[in-house]
């Protein structure tokens, strides 16, 4: 069974941190590119990072470059995004999303509000 589950998010002060973690099983994750998106309420879902298959390279949207950093642990089928110097304008649902010659997979999400 494809599955990508997405933990960490929360409620983080502005300034503060969080650390999203995305397991993927059922499919060989060392083949796909892993990327990270984000929908707010009223807008369309976003990128935010993305990772090549080797872990070697990475792309990040102009609002989190400096703050976010994507990476992933092929031993571990998992894909991590490190946000930092969070801004209220970062709440969101983040999404992992697994992608390999146009086979698309989609996570269910985890929500992560910036609020003092």
């Known amino acids: 069974q494809v599955q990508l589950v997405e933990s960490g998010g929360g409620l983080v002060q502005p300034g503060g941190s969080l650390r999203l973690s995305c397991a993927a099983s059922?499919?060989?994750?060392?083949?796909?590119?892993m990327a990270w998106y984000r929908q707010a309420p009223g807008n369309e879902r976003e990128l935010v990072a993305q990772i090549n298959s080797a872990g070697v390279s990475t792309d990040y949207a102009d609002s989190v470059k400096g703050r976010f950093t994507i990476s992933r642990d092929n031993a571990k089928n998992t894909v991590y995004l490190q946000m930092n110097s969070l801004k209220p304008e970062d709440t969101a649902v983040y999404y992992c999303k697994a992608v390999r010659f146009g086979i698309i997979r989609w996570g269910q999400g985890t929500q992560v509000t910036v609020s003092s």
């Open positions: 059922g499919f060989n994750f060392l083949t796909y590119v």
